[in-house]
């Protein structure tokens, strides 16, 4: 991330600064990764961080696990999921491990409080919709197909426009990051990175709100949600700075990469997560070899769990997924194209697919929504005259 400052901020750090209206010293809060040693931010409130009005309940994260009866691929079809609940509260979650929780959001109501992950990072991929996450950093408007990152400890909520909304949304209690290897010794971007500084969006403006009253609070710790209320507006900051913010990525952004053969996933990853990655599978030329076969080999993820969510386009190497469907190839067994794939793939110079992959280390774990979206004809999909899932 690059060095961002909104607001008014003073020119020393950890001195008086007194607010222009009422007189009064701010308070200063620094808010940073890995104790004093990551990245930060500091933030001028007019009030402190620490101050609520009442304490309210603690609801744990309830998630009810399906452990299915087969080890197999399996394909999750969200398109026909109906939209419901808010931003928060409607993330419904389909996989998850200790490193990282998939859910999809299709909000259709305001949640009509303030929301802080205090326990983790968070990724909301925006296959459809807009609107702007309002933030302590201040507003951030999004648009279809945004990457929306959003550092624990940020307080915010989101304002939706009319209109569908479909959220592929991820959870971590670790950071997320660029990958290591985009980023010289100086944290800049490099030459080869498929993005640059330019293509992430802080925050576009900071309001500092003034106003007293009555405000709901939820913030996620030790995997649940404690509630608190307020008698002050939480966006009370008149300025920040620093390495910590929310922004925006579109996925159209990200400079796609192709070879003479074919190139692994790996020039697709986008984000880096502990014991995780997210790639962007984004149109592109393929393969330019006479003898380049330019859709996927076979492998086998011997150390990690492969998620791919359709957003658009057709995905070269698959039958029977479109848009908003989700496959899971789990450790312990090889997968690659379906039959008669590869052949039709053959002398394709260019491909409109795009795509959301979430790669795991550790095995994922999935949960009754996943079994109720579940379509057990993909696991057969390779078997030559097996009923392709529609
Ligand atoms: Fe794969």
Not at 104 to 120: A, L
Not at 272 to 297: E, H, K, M, T
Not at 313 to 341: C, E, I
Request: hydrophobic share 35%; charged share 20%; with cysteine.
């Amino acid at each position: 991330m690059r060095y961002v400052s909104l607001g008014d901020v003073p020119a020393k750090r950890h001195t008086q600064v007194r607010d222009g209206e009422s007189g009064d010293l701010l308070v200063e809060e620094v808010m940073g990764y890995e104790g004093f040693s990551g990245n930060e931010s500091i933030l001028y409130h007019l009030r402190s961080p620490c101050d609520v009005m009442e304490v309210g309940s603690f609801e744990p994260v309830a998630l009810e696990e399906w452990i299915p009866d087969a080890h197999v691929h399996r394909l999750t079809q969200t398109s026909g999921l109906g939209a419901a609940g808010d931003p928060i509260f409607g993330r419904r979650v389909l996989m998850f491990n200790n490193d990282v929780e998939m859910a999809i959001c299709k909000p259709v109501e305001e949640f009509d409080g303030f929301y802080r992950n205090g326990e983790g990072d968070e990724v909301v991929f925006v296959h459809e919709g807009s609107g702007v996450f309002e933030t302590i950093f201040g507003s951030l408007p999004y648009g279809q197909h945004d990457y929306v990152v959003i550092p624990r400890g940020t307080t915010y909520r989101v304002k939706c426009d009319d209109g569908p909304q479909t959220w592929l949304t991820f959870h971590t209690p670790g950071g997320i990051e660029t990958p290591n290897r985009y980023r010289n010794r100086y944290g800049q971007l490099l030459e080869h990175a498929p993005f640059s500084q330019r293509d992430f969006h802080p925050p576009a403006s900071l309001k500092t709100h003034r106003d007293r009253g009555a405000f709901e609070l939820v913030v996620r710790v030790r995997r649940g949600f404690q509630r608190f209320v307020l008698d002050y507006h939480p966006f009370d900051v008149v300025g920040w700075d620093g390495y910590v913010y929310p922004y925006s990525f579109n996925i159209h952004d990200f400079e796609p990469k192709s070879g003479r053969l074919h190139q692994p996933p790996t020039v697709h990853q986008t984000f880096q997560g502990p014991n995780f990655v997210i790639c962007s599978f984004c149109p592109r030329n393929l393969d330019w070899d006479p003898l380049a076969v330019p859709i996927p080999y076979h492998h086998s993820n011997l150390q990690s769990e492969e998620v791919i969510y359709y957003v658009d386009g057709q995905f070269g190497s698959r039958a029977g997924v479109g848009a908003g469907a989700l496959t899971l190839h789990p450790s312990g067994l090889p997968h690659g194209p379906q039959p008669g794939r590869v052949e039709a793939s053959l002398g394709s110079t260019r491909t409109d697919e795009l795509a959301v992959m979430c790669d795991t280390f550790a095995p994922l774990r999935l949960t009754a929504l996943a079994r109720e979206l579940d379509d057990p004809r993909y696991a057969l999909s390779w078997h030559a005259g097996a009923q392709a899932p529609v």
